[in-house]
């Protein structure tokens, strides 16, 4: 079991930054992708940034230029920071992190509880 714990979110104004964290812990030496995905109401949850199992960041279009994804191995934690936050980005913004299955059966994916971002326009 991997255990996800989001932490960041708030209320800001356009224009302003938000860092989101998210920490792993539990059964986490062979976790391969995180990422953070995004859900506003009514919305589906849909792809903010993630890196792959490639260790590549991915980027939505809507966010690339303002967001940077890192990831600090040592501490099991992904970061989001958000500069030029826009009201659009106003959502609940889930960590995952995937584990491989093996034997080429994919991968898991766990989720966070989710933090929520409200940009004030």
């Known amino acids: 079991q991997v255990h996800l714990a989001e932490s960041g979110g708030d209320l800001v104004q356009a224009g302003g930054s938000l860092r989101l964290s998210c920490a792993a812990s539990g059964h986490i030496t062979n976790i391969n992708a995180m990422g953070w995905y995004r859900q506003a109401p009514g919305k589906q949850r849909d792809l903010v940034a993630t890196f792959t199992s490639h260790g590549t960041p991915n980027y939505a279009d809507s966010v690339k230029g303002r967001f940077t994804i890192s990831w600090d191995n040592a501490k099991s934690t992904v970061y989001l920071q958000m500069n030029s936050l826009k009201f659009e980005d106003t959502a609940v913004y889930f960590c995952?992190?995937?584990?491989?299955?093996?034997?080429?059966?994919?991968?898991?994916?766990?989720w966070g509880q989710g933090t929520q971002v409200t940009v004030s326009s």
């Open positions: 995952h992190a995937d584990q491989p299955l093996g034997a080429g059966r994919g991968a898991y994916r766990y």
